[in-house]
């Protein structure tokens, strides 16, 4: 298959597009002047269900819903749109969107680490052991979530956007932070990246020879988007040759997919994809969102962990929807998601359980939800650190009050009348929301 992507600018061309209604088709006009639009061939031909649409699950994955704004901010953008005057749609849009809280928990200013005297863009360095690299070349995806907490990097905002194209500049860092045991790739997709390109950064890293990085990374949802990238991409050899180079070093090479959805892992594009992959000697690990009208539902969860570890992929996160972009649409309470987590957990085998979850990646660390205990009959709301700006937060048990409609960690009350939680002393001023990883 040759790669086609949708955008706003030839929705119409879409095949099946005719299956909406026009005012459907009209509500994702007006969605998607805030929030970044863009599927492709594969995703509309092979992975949503038409008969279903607009109600199906990869549907909604790509095509942004009326229910992601507030219903004043539509009816004003609607009405922009309609009127068809664009400054003032444009004013608008930017005005929405700085609403929408785009850079959670300090994404831009918190974890750019100072290297020489001067703030490093495109490297994130937040949890000791793991460093994140964004390429300059991969600040964008085959398609777009419509959930996706990094949208401002697509919507053309340079202010807005991180990257780095400076690999030595990279390995100086890491040179230099002997604590660091991972690179990992982000994006965007660093997939989205020519197989020339990724294979130099590659081979400067293992020319560099450091000693301490023991893993590569990639944070991808090319197996979800485009499996072709492994299978029949013109440098679809070029790439999974620079992958068994990275194994060759010595490194592990951890694919870090992303899938929301059983239905992602059923075609047999993906199928060869992932035997590709690990035929080079990396490990596939995978993460998802938890999130409302895609996934909401423990049988989905079980089913495609079991999917996972039939295909030789080893499940690894379960995440809460970030407070940015459209929470309010897929957000599912913390105490929800933990009953989905735990009726899905006891459905599978062992051999799935390697999955955690429900995590929240905070700006303090990412949060574990344990469950709900009662202590002397009260219920309260069971919480650890997987990971913390602060290492010795880690694995640290914490108690908040039981709240059925709490959806993130600022919403919660630490248990047993205490004033704060342990990590808000040493954490001062700094506000929580969130921040980490999704790719
Ligand atoms: C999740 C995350 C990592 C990786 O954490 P692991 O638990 O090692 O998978 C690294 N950096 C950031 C900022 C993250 O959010
Ligand atoms: S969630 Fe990942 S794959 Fe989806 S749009 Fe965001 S960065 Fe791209």
């Not at 949890?127 to 995806?141: D, N, W």
């Not at 909401?296 to 089913?303: G, H, V, Y």
Request: net charge negative.
């Amino acid at each position: 298959m040759k790669f086609k992507a949708y955008t706003l600018r030839n929705l119409r061309e879409i095949p099946y597009i005719n299956r909406l209604s026009e005012e459907e088709i009209f509500q994702i006009e007006v969605t998607s002047q805030v929030f970044p639009f863009k599927t492709n061939n594969y995703v509309v031909e092979k992975l949503i269900d038409w008969e279903n649409a607009p109600d199906d699950p990869l549907f909604i994955l790509n095509f942004p819903q009326k229910d992601m704004l507030r219903p004043e901010h539509y009816n004003l953008v609607a009405s922009a749109y309609r009127e068809g005057n664009p400054e003032r749609l444009r004013d608008i849009v930017k005005e929405i969107r700085y609403t929408l809280n785009p850079h959670p928990a300090g994404q831009l200013e918190l974890n750019l680490p100072t290297f020489r005297g001067k703030k490093l863009k495109g490297i994130q360095h937040k949890y000791r052991e793991t460093v994140l690299f964004f390429a300059k070349r991969a600040q964008t995806c085959h398609a777009y979530c419509t959930f996706c907490f990094r949208w401002p990097q697509f919507i053309g905002d340079t202010e807005l956007k991180i990257g780095s194209n400076d690999i030595s500049e990279l390995i100086d860092y890491l040179g230099e932070h002997p604590e660091v045991t991972d690179l990992l790739f982000t994006g965007g997709d660093p997939m989205t990246m020519k197989a020339s390109l990724f294979a130099e950064y590659i081979d400067a890293i293992i020319s560099a020879d450091l000693h301490n990085i023991r893993n590569i990374r990639i944070g991808s949802r090319v197996l979800t988007y485009w499996p072709y990238r492994f299978i029949t991409d013109d440098d679809a050899d070029i790439l999974l040759e620079t992958f068994e180079r990275i194994v060759n070093s010595g490194m592990h090479l951890a694919f870090m997919a992303h899938f929301n959805h059983p239905r992602e892992l059923e075609t047999e594009e993906v199928e060869q994809a992932i035997k590709r992959i690990r035929e080079t000697g990396a490990e596939i690990r995978t993460q998802s969102p938890i999130l409302r009208n895609i996934n909401d539902d423990p049988d989905i969860w079980a089913e495609m962990w079991e999917r996972q570890v039939q295909l030789g992929c080893i499940p690894y996160y379960m995440f809460m929807v970030r407070d940015t972009g459209a929470q309010q649409y897929f957000g599912v309470p913390i105490v929800e998601a933990y009953n989905i987590f735990r009726d899905a957990f006891r459905q599978v085998s062992g051999l799935a359980r390697t999955v955690r979850g429900p995590v929240m990646s905070t700006t303090p660390g990412k949060i574990h939800i344990l469950g709900v205990s009662y202590v002397r009959g009260e219920p309260v709301i069971n919480l650890t650190m997987l990971q913390g700006r602060d290492p010795d937060w880690v694995m640290r048990p914490f108690y908040a009050e039981y709240d059925e409609d709490a959806y993130w960690l600022d919403e919660l009350v630490p248990a047993f009348g205490k004033e704060s939680f342990f990590f808000e002393d040493s954490f001062g001023e700094l506000e929580y929301s969130l921040f980490g990883d999704l790719n």
